[in-house]
């Protein structure tokens, strides 16, 4: 075995994304969704070769992902996998190491990931960003303990339609948002409003509403119906795919909009973030579902270059030490403009633990109650999480 680390060649995409696909139980994965793979571009995809032939790949999308202060090129790692023949022989090991040096390269200062096996990313200093959830509404228990007046109207549209109107709405929220990503023109086409065979998994169709005040989009969902009917009386599910709302009203409608649909006995949704509106919107919080996982990872690609890039909440600062075995240049001192320092740490911390505390959706006394965090001076950690502290939890509607 000669194992050989390298970028993909032009030609070789498609070989690239077979390991991760052999996992699915379809070499070639199906046709829609090998067309989102060959979004990433050839220099962004490493493959493992033996002999010549590709035995493992990784993918790294290019797009910008919001942190707290606004959006910071990214790694977006994706389609990882190696062949069951040349499992734990240290393969993905290399990819890891090869990836994330391009990328500190290319001057990206963070790379995110969703995990499928969430004890892998770890040693590579990927921490887990944020939680989100599976949801499920009975339809009975789906009032609000307000009067909703929306004033705008709700109509449905075309996936053409959509990819016109639902941009806009879509990067109003995604600026703000931390963990939200940029999607270009072609992402919308052929991932966000593709209605693949694979996705659809034997469920309705993709269908898609628009909500709008004075002709100006404000909210939209991307849902299925499926449709089923159990002993005389209707048991479908509203199947919600991504509904965004602009505004805190144009929210709650696109949501009321969901949740009466008629002939649909519970209303799923996935990937929602810890502190979505419904937990406040609804009457009885308590019939939903709220079932939390791990959410988005992130990896402080360049340590200084990340946290220069990040907002405080408030003056102040903290030094923080950072440790990085697998990215040896972060290992260091850091004031919070990024900038490397002599001065005495106030905090010490893996570069994994400065991922999960990264966009706010953990904070440093989270890590502390871990043990993932040393607290060098008395009071650091209240001062850091005071600085690190956002509005609102991070949200990734999509895995990517
Ligand atoms: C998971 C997978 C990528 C690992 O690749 P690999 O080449 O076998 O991994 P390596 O030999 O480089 O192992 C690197 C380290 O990760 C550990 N590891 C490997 N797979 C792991 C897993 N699934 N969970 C936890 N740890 C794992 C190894 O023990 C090794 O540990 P060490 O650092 O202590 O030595 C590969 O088995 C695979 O493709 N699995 C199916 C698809 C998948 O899960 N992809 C990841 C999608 S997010």
Not at 135 to 157: C, M, Q, S, Y
Not at 215 to 240: M, W
Not at 250 to 257: D, F, K, L, S
């Amino acid at each position: 075995m000669s194992i050989e680390i390298r970028t993909a060649e032009t030609g070789e995409r498609l070989d690239a994304l077979r390991p991760i696909w052999h996992y699915f139980g379809s070499p070639a994965g199906p046709t829609e969704e090998r067309a989102t793979g060959m979004l990433i571009p050839e220099e962004r995809l490493h493959v493992a070769t033996d002999e010549g032939a590709i035995v493992a790949g990784a993918g790294a999308f290019e797009f910008e992902l919001t942190i707290p202060g606004g959006p910071v090129p990214t790694a977006g790692v994706t389609v990882v996998g190696v062949l069951p023949t040349h499992r734990r022989r240290g393969v993905v090991r290399e990819l890891m190491s090869a990836q994330l040096k391009d990328a500190h390269t290319r001057g990206e200062p963070i790379a995110a990931l969703w995990a499928s096996e969430g004890g892998l990313y770890g040693r590579f200093g990927y921490g887990m960003a944020s939680v989100c959830a599976d949801v499920e509404i009975p339809k009975a228990h789906t009032a609000f303990n307000r009067a909703l007046d929306w004033p705008g109207t709700t109509r449905l549209v075309s996936a053409d339609e959509a990819g016109g109107l639902y941009p806009g709405v879509y990067d109003r929220v995604a600026a703000t948002t931390p963990g939200m990503i940029s999607r270009t023109e072609e992402w919308w086409k052929k991932r966000t409003l593709a209605d693949s065979e694979w996705r659809r998994a034997g469920g309705g169709e993709l269908t898609f509403a628009v909500l709008e005040q004075a002709d100006e989009p404000e909210a939209y969902a991307i849902y299925r119906l499926n449709f089923s009917y159990t002993d005389g009386v209707p048991t479908g599910v509203t199947h919600v795919v991504e509904a965004v709302g602009a505004t805190p009203e144009a929210t709650a409608a696109v949501w009321r909009y969901l949740l009466d649909i008629d002939w649909m006995a519970k209303i799923e949704a996935e990937l929602l973030p810890a502190d979505h509106p419904l937990h406040l919107l609804l009457l009885e919080q308590s019939r939903m579902r709220f079932r939390v996982g791990d959410g988005i990872w992130i990896r402080p690609v360049d340590v200084g270059a990340a946290l220069a890039a990040r907002a405080y909440a408030g003056d102040g600062d903290v030094v923080l030490e950072v440790s990085d075995e697998f990215c040896p240049w972060n290992d260091g001192r850091y004031a919070l403009d990024g900038s490397k320092t002599t001065a005495s740490p106030d905090l010490r911390l893996a570069v994994d633990a400065l991922g999960c505390v990264f966009l706010g959706g953990f904070t440093f006394s989270d890590l502390l109650r871990a043990g993932r965090l040393e607290e060098v001076k008395e009071g650091a950690i209240g001062r850091a999480d005071a600085l690190f502290r956002t509005d609102r939890k991070p949200w990734c509607p999509e895995i990517f």
